[in-house]
């Protein structure tokens, strides 16, 4: 599932190639991917018909794309959903579970494009919306600090208000916005704490070592497109490297790049956690 440093990649891809293109036509194959309701009549125009690409934002593992009169999609990658931009023409490399298409022409005359949604297990959805004020009120308010942004002092009193152990309150998005199951496991192997802590019991020491990790590897796995597991691609249908650098995660039986000990996984509140019982304590 596409964490923090996926979409991150995602949007700057995208940024550097859309903005100030106009969006000149939507089709849209599945209507079920769309999360909102919206009468059909008015889907084009909500899928944001007849506008220039403005801006790209993000928040914890959610992506948006703003316009230039302020209409915005929002996207929740689930699963598997990718954004997917295409040359016209050309012929595409997955041509299944492509729900929704939008033609994009370059007033200043390049060669035009698409930008495709495409989500094979459809957990992933697209919710237009009239403004970023309206996401932010409906939606991103209600989810915690993006993970690249929380200070000290915030994940501090987030943490020790809590008996849950520290890797499902890593997880939890109101916590915290981005990190799930793969860079939980990351940072708390490199911070050298033991996922079944209670996230009470973290010594100011610990709680600046979480931060000073969980900065240092979304920002890796950023530089290097994000980890592919199973699905993540990004807008060039590329996979991402940074599971080449996972010390924990996916690694379970083999030895720790530290200590040497093995490492060990076990499902910890529905979810299959990796870690070393050598050095995280
Ligand atoms: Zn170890």
């Not at 700057?12 to 309701?37: C, F, H, N, Q, Y």
């Not at 993000?58 to 990718?82: I, N, Q, T």
Request: include cysteine; glycine fraction near 10%; aromatic fraction near 4%.
């Amino acid at each position: 599932m596409p964490e923090l440093p996926e979409v991150e990649h995602i949007r700057r891809r995208l940024s550097d190639r859309i903005l100030g293109l106009e969006i000149t036509r939507v089709l849209v194959k599945r209507a079920d991917v769309i999360r909102l309701p919206v009468p059909v009549k008015a889907r084009s125009k909500a899928l944001l018909r007849n506008s220039r690409v403005k801006m790209l934002h993000r928040h914890g593992k959610r992506l948006a794309l703003e316009v230039d009169d302020g209409r915005v999609v929002e996207f929740g990658l689930g699963m598997s959903g990718a954004l997917l931009l295409e040359q016209v023409p050309s012929i595409p490399a997955a041509t299944t579970h492509r729900h929704v298409i939008w033609n994009l022409q370059d007033p200043r005359g390049a060669q035009p494009m698409r930008l495709v949604w495409r989500d094979p297990r459809r957990f992933g959805g697209l919710r237009p919306l009239g403004s970023m004020s309206e996401l932010h009120a409906r939606f991103w308010s209600k989810i915690g600090p993006d993970a690249l942004e929380i200070d000290e002092k915030t994940l501090a009193r987030n943490l020790s208000g809590t008996k849950r152990v520290i890797k499902t309150v890593l997880l939890d998005q109101r916590v915290l916005a981005g990190v799930g199951n793969i860079y939980a496991d990351e940072v708390l192997h490199a911070a050298g704490l033991s996922p079944i802590r209670r996230a009470d019991s973290l010594e100011r020491a610990e709680v600046k070592a979480v931060l000073r990790f969980l900065r240092r590897i979304l920002v890796q796995a950023i530089e290097d497109g994000g980890s592919t597991i199973r699905d993540h691609q990004d807008p060039d249908g590329l996979p991402g490297g940074f599971q080449a650098r996972h010390a924990v995660y996916g690694r379970p039986g083999g030895s720790c790049k530290r200590c040497g000990a093995m490492i060990h996984s076990e499902q910890l509140g529905g979810r299959t956690t990796h870690w070393c019982s050598g050095c995280q304590k």
